[in-house]
Structures are given as C-alpha cells and as structure tokens.
C-alpha cells in the first residue's frame, strides 16, 4: 500500500471513531432547516439575533460531524428570499454572522477538505459578502471530501423558473431541442444544484412540518427528519441519531417492498 493510500485510510478510520456506532447507509447528502434561532433566543430573554449567533456554533459542530461521519454533501439554508421581510437589523445581523463565518472558518474548511458551494440569487447579497463568498469558492474548489453548499437568497420556485428561463433561451436558439433533449436529468443539470445528488435526507429543526420553499424540485424522494429541538439545542449526537434513524427507512422510490 503507497504512504498516501494508507493516510487516507487513516483518515476514513479517525473519522469513524470519531463518529462511533453509525450505520453504513449513511445519506451522501443531507438538507437543513435550521430553524428555531429566534424562539431559542426569546425563551431565554434575549434579542432573536442571539439565537443566530448561538445557531453559528451549531453549524460548526454539524459540518464537524459531517466530515466525521463521511455525509460528502450537507445543504444549509441560511437565507431565504423569503428571508428579506425581516426586520432590517436581523436581515443585516444574518449577513454579518455570513460574513464572518466565511472569513474566521475559510482556513480550517481549507485544511478539513471542505468545498463551499453557494445555491440561491447570491448576485443580490451585499458585495462585500458576496466578495468574500466568490473568494472562499475558489480558494476551496479543489477540495472534495465534503461539499457545504450554503443556500443564500435561495428559494425553489424562483430556481425553477430560473431553470426555465434558461431552457427557454435554448429552445429559442435551437428549436426543437425541448423536444429531442429534455428530461429530468437535463432539467436537473440547470438547477443551482446542478452536480450535486438530490438530497437523502432532510432534517429540520423546531417541530415545524413545512418545506418553506426549499429544494422543491430535488426533495421529491427525500426522507424527512424533524426533530422539537431548537437549532441552538441541536447537537452532533441529535445528527448521528437522525443518519441511524435514516438507516431505518425502507426507500421504495413509488416501487413495492423488496
Ligand atoms: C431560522 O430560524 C433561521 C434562519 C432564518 C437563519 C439561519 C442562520 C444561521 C444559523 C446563521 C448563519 C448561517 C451560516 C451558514 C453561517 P428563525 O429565526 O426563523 O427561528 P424562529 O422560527 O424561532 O423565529
């Protein structure tokens, strides 16, 4: 076995005891709602925008325990479109915590072997983040071992349509290629998502029973998990426990038991 092969056996094996008693059906993508920052913050007596902050930490910890447990693609919606109603000064704390993120984790993402992907209209976040958003793409876009792809200014139904815009623009430059070449695949390929695997496994936070306008398109099979805990409260333990509750279900894809 050459030096480097044996590295990255010992890497697969500190990344499993790290991450003890997982199954091996493990999704290869999981999508996050992380919600419930600002009721945390407000059962405690405090601003919403200190439940982001303590939501921070959690994304730290829940990236930390994807590598351990080998998920190669973990999705966080962070901002939605929706997202801008907020009062200004939330809206303007959340690209803060954004900025900041990016720039205080950008080097250890670097070194973990993590590629950050943006999905969503990022054109229409502050330029200074999206400066340092673009930067922190290329500096990672070599890196392979986990893909955290953070859905900024994201919603489904405008990526939908975007998509169709841009087959629209096909089909009037080639008429007749909706017809010859149109399909699931080729719609997928002009998502924000394009390259990535639809998600496995969808997690969200707070109890709440909704999909909020996110990944439409890419969730039509997803497994739902959906735990009471407030993003703040949700711990690397609660991930394992819904990557070993994902082992569990039976994927049928509309076909019968096997
Ligand atoms: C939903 O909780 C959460 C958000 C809209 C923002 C999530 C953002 C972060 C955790 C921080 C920044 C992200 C990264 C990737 C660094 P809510 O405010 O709607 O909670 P509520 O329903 O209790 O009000």
Do not use: C
């Amino acid at each position: 076995m050459s030096l480097s092969s044996d590295a990255a056996k010992d890497t697969a094996n500190r990344a499993r005891s790290d991450a003890p008693d997982l199954p091996q059906r493990l999704p290869q993508h999981v999508a996050v709602i992380m919600d419930g920052n600002g009721r945390w913050a407000t059962e405690r007596g405090l601003p919403r925008v200190a439940g982001h902050q303590a939501g921070v930490q959690t994304v730290r910890e829940i990236v930390r325990a994807s590598l351990d447990a080998g998920v190669p693609v973990l999705t966080l919606y962070a901002f939605s479109q929706e997202n801008w109603k907020r009062p200004k000064d939330e809206v303007g704390v959340l690209m803060d915590l954004l900025d900041h993120f990016i720039v205080r984790e950008l080097d250890d993402l670097e070194r973990q072997g993590v590629r950050l992907r943006t999905i969503g209209r990022t054109e229409a976040l502050p330029p200074r983040t999206l400066e340092k958003i673009r930067d922190a793409e290329k500096r990672t876009s070599t890196n392979a071992k986990l893909t955290l792809v953070i859905a900024l200014n994201y919603g489904a139904r405008t990526e939908i349509l975007d998509a169709v815009r841009q087959l629209m623009r096909r089909a009037a430059a080639d008429p007749g290629s909706a017809e010859r070449a149109l399909d699931e695949a080729v719609f997928s390929e002009h998502l924000y998502t394009k390259g990535l695997p639809d998600p496995d496994l969808l997690i969200r936070t707070s109890g709440e029973m909704r999909l909020s306008n996110f990944l439409l398109w890419q969730m039509s099979y997803t497994e739902i998990y959906i735990t009471r805990k407030y993003w703040p409260d949700f711990t690397r333990e609660d991930y394992f426990e819904a990557l070993r509750e994902y082992a569990t279900r039976e994927r049928r894809f509309g076909d019968v038991s096997a």
